[in-house]
């Protein structure tokens, strides 16, 4: 082992700390989500800047404890939500300290990355490379529903917008259904384990899935679509849902989040000519999405492991050993 590259990831609901080797394989990592109280569809910037402050230390300490910390070449964190002016978020200062302070220590070198470069490097580069063409990747995360042009550059990856929701992002249709369902927040992994249930029963066959006229048609308009009014069709179910069934409507949901998923892909790469797509985010990691793409037409989709689908420093971690392999250090010792 000729050197160890420290990741820390402290977005709006989960801690998470990684340790990378000169290969790129992860050799500890600690993600968990932060509590959020029952009822409740969130968390304030201020409480989640608590938690990732209190959290970190114990997480650090737990990597530390089998791995000798004189060998981190250096550091990465996430220090904001995506590469553009202006983008901020309290909560990822509880990371930054933390970087910060550990890099001082160590007297190494600290990177600086978006949080959405994260996302894109956990899936792209721990398949062992880094394509050189221009590629399509879709952020599915519990705020973000967003379709990028995206391609790696000597900061980490360059993005730009071409496409997504125009309203509420997927994974806030889920978490707003699952808690007027009575399900904790986020809700996410709850309907997707009911709607994995009732595909699997019908052999992931769609066509077999009763319409119960709860949901709209999703359009797409030059790889754009709006959510909005699905969920406002899902909130009058979750409040009388006239005898139809739960688990009929959410693998419904499911089934049609990913047809227009795969729709946006088709056309997109079809407008920009590129075969080659990833999804990441904590909507890519359902195992009812995954399974219906894979089972769909070839789409040309990839995923990576699903544990780096979520959240996760892994990627910011990889993103600092590229970058400290090329020299080009942005936050400074």
Same mark, same amino acid.
């Given at each position: ?15 998470? *700390? ?46 530390? *404890? ?9 550091? +990465? ?34 990177? +600086? ?33 967003? *379709? ?39 809700? +996410? ?141 942005? *936050?400074?010792?």
């Amino acid at each position: 082992m000729n050197g160890l590259f420290l990741g820390l990831d402290t977005s709006n609901y989960r801690t998470s *700390a990684a340790l990378i080797d000169s290969e790129g394989q992860i050799i500890a990592q600690k993600a968990v989500l932060l509590e959020v109280p029952e009822g409740k569809r969130g968390l304030r910037q201020s409480e989640a800047f608590f938690m990732h402050s209190n959290r970190l230390p114990a997480y650090i300490d737990e990597l530390f *404890a089998d791995n000798d910390p004189s060998a981190i070449k250096a550091v +990465g964190v996430s220090e904001r939500p995506r590469r553009i002016e202006g983008s901020y978020m309290p909560c990822f200062l509880a990371g930054v300290n933390a970087a910060r302070e550990i890099a001082a220590s160590l007297r190494i070198p600290l990177y +600086g990355f978006s949080h959405q470069e994260g996302h894109a490097a956990a899936v792209i580069e721990s398949e062992g490379g880094i394509p050189a063409s221009e590629m399509l990747f879709f952020h599915l995360s519990g705020g973000t529903t967003e *379709a990028l042009l995206c391609r790696p550059d000597d900061s980490g990856y360059s993005m730009t917008i071409v496409g997504g929701t125009k309203d509420i992002s997927v994974g806030q249709l889920l978490d707003r259904f699952g808690v007027a369902m009575g399900m904790p927040f986020p809700a +996410g992994s709850y309907l997707d384990d009911l709607a994995y249930g009732e595909l699997e029963k019908r052999g992931f066959d769609t066509r077999s899935i009763k319409k119960t006229g709860v949901l709209p048609k999703l359009k797409i308009n030059d790889g754009y679509f709006n959510l909005s009014g699905a969920e406002t069709r899902l909130m009058k179910y979750a409040e009388d849902d006239h005898g139809i069934s739960q688990a009929n409507v959410t693998a419904e949901l499911f089934a049609s989040i990913t047809d227009l998923l795969v729709r946006d892909n088709r056309y997109l790469s079809e407008k920009f000519v590129t075969d080659l797509t990833y999804m990441a985010g904590g909507v890519a990691s359902s195992r009812s999405f995954r399974e219906l793409v894979k089972r769909g037409t070839n789409s040309g989709i990839r995923f990576g492991d699903p544990e780096l689908s979520g959240d996760n420093a892994a990627g910011i971690a990889l993103l600092a050993k590229r970058r400290y392999e090329t020299g080009n250090c942005i *936050a400074g010792k």
